[in-house]
């Protein structure tokens, strides 16, 4: 499976479109931040799963509406729901929407006991690839001053779910932290400016390539 990871657009569809059509990807897969309600419409979103099957988690800039109701080819949406696991051309997906935060008083706000209960709906079950907005403390997830800009509880999802690759964004600043067990975090970066990944990822192997949209 050749993978387009890729996040934190803020409403730049062209950078997803360019690298459709360079890379001519399998799935793309996005931890959110397309763009805010208003910003993004639902043709923008349309003409993305004509071509090509999509998987996302809502960030906190995202018309969540539009996401869940936006479907694959299939008649799934693009939009992962908490807890659910989607097994797409062999391989099993789940997500983690939201930014951490200790209230909800926004809709996309998430507390240590919501990724507590989700990870608990998942816990004992098959992961490929995790997806989430946020990034696991310790684990790409640095700033460009050298400070961890992650949750200690999506390092615990993290730690407790095993998937071989987990894709974050929201701090866009791309980076990839692979583990001596083969595992993978990867942070798209900054999608609006047009970084990517292409990652392959087949039943025994896996592969990160970074695509810097300062190279265009």
């Known amino acids: 499976m050749k993978i387009l990871a890729i996040g934190d657009m803020h409403g730049n569809f062209s950078a997803v479109h360019t690298a459709l059509s360079r890379y001519e990807p399998d799935i793309i897969l996005s931890p959110g931040d397309w763009g805010d309600p208003g910003q993004i419409k639902e ?3 349309s003409a993305l799963v004509e071509n090509v099957y999509v998987l996302t988690v809502f960030g906190n800039h995202d018309d969540i509406k539009l996401l869940q109701t936006t479907t ?9 729901g908490q807890g659910e696991i989607r097994d797409v051309m062999g391989f099993s997906f789940a ?6 935060a200790k209230t909800h ?14 990870v608990q709906s998942l816990a004992g079950r098959s992961i490929d690839v995790l997806i989430t907005h946020g990034c696991p ?17 999506l390092l615990e999802a993290f730690r407790k779910l095993s998937p071989r690759l987990h894709i974050c964004g929201h701090l866009h600043y791309a980076q990839r932290h692979a583990l001596k067990d083969g595992r993978m975090v990867v942070n798209t970066g900054y999608g609006a400016e047009g970084d990517c990944w292409i990652i392959s990822l087949t039943g025994q192997h896996m592969s990160a390539e970074f695509i810097s949209g300062k190279q265009d």
């Not at 997500?95 to 951490?100: Q, R, V």
């Not at 403390?137 to 509880?153: F, H, S, T, V």
């Open 137 to 153: 403390i310790g684990l790409a997830d640095k700033l460009p001053g050298g400070r961890r800009g992650g949750q200690r509880c």
């Open 72 to 80: 694959n080819t299939d008649g799934n949406p693009v939009l992962l």
């Open 105 to 118: 008083a926004k809709p996309y706000y998430v507390t240590d006991d919501d990724v507590e209960r989700i």
């Open 43 to 45: 043709r923008d979103l």
């Open 95 to 100: 997500g983690i929407s939201g930014i951490w």
